[in-house]
Nanobody, 128 residues
Framework: QVQLVESGGGSVQAGGTLRLSCAAS????????MGWFRQVPGKEREGVAGITSGGRTAYRDSVKGRFTISRDNTENTLDLQMSNLKPEDTGAYYCAAAFDPSGDGWSRLLERYVYYYWGQGTQVTVSS
């Protein structure tokens, strides 16, 4: 079965850095677009960054210039490098996968509805 396992969350002070990783198994990884989403209690899960099967990326406006998403199709991993973290970046971060072998899904990378598989999440807490 498909498994997405996140790691790398933690607590940092504002201005700090964290690197999240997601290990994928049970799927033909190179045929999937991948995304990072975050959620805080009482709010909807929101798209943070995404990358198509072909490597095209998209970012939420509030994280542009601070976060970088990358994937390794040989290791079946997805990373999110986060720098200059802000308290509003606090939340549970989820890795997600959407079948998109053609890589045409760039415009929908930050939309929850296109993603079928989800990880269990990893907590990121940024203190001021």
């Amino acid at each position: 079965q498909v498994q997405l396992v996140e790691s790398g969350g933690g607590s940092v002070q504002a201005g700090g850095t964290l690197r999240l990783s997601c290990a994928a198994s049970g799927l033909t990884y190179r045929s999937y677009s991948m995304g990072w989403f975050r959620q805080v209690p009482g709010k909807e899960r929101e798209g943070v960054a995404g990358i198509t099967s072909g490597g095209r990326t998209a970012y939420r406006d509030s994280v542009k210039g601070r976060f970088t998403i990358s994937r390794d199709n040989t290791e079946n991993t997805l990373d999110l490098q986060m720098s200059n973290l802000k308290p509003e970046d606090t939340g549970a971060y989820y890795c997600a996968a959407a079948f998109d072998p053609s890589g045409d899904g760039w415009s929908r990378l930050l939309e929850r509805y296109v993603y079928y598989y989800w990880g269990q999440g990893t907590q990121v807490t940024v203190s001021s």
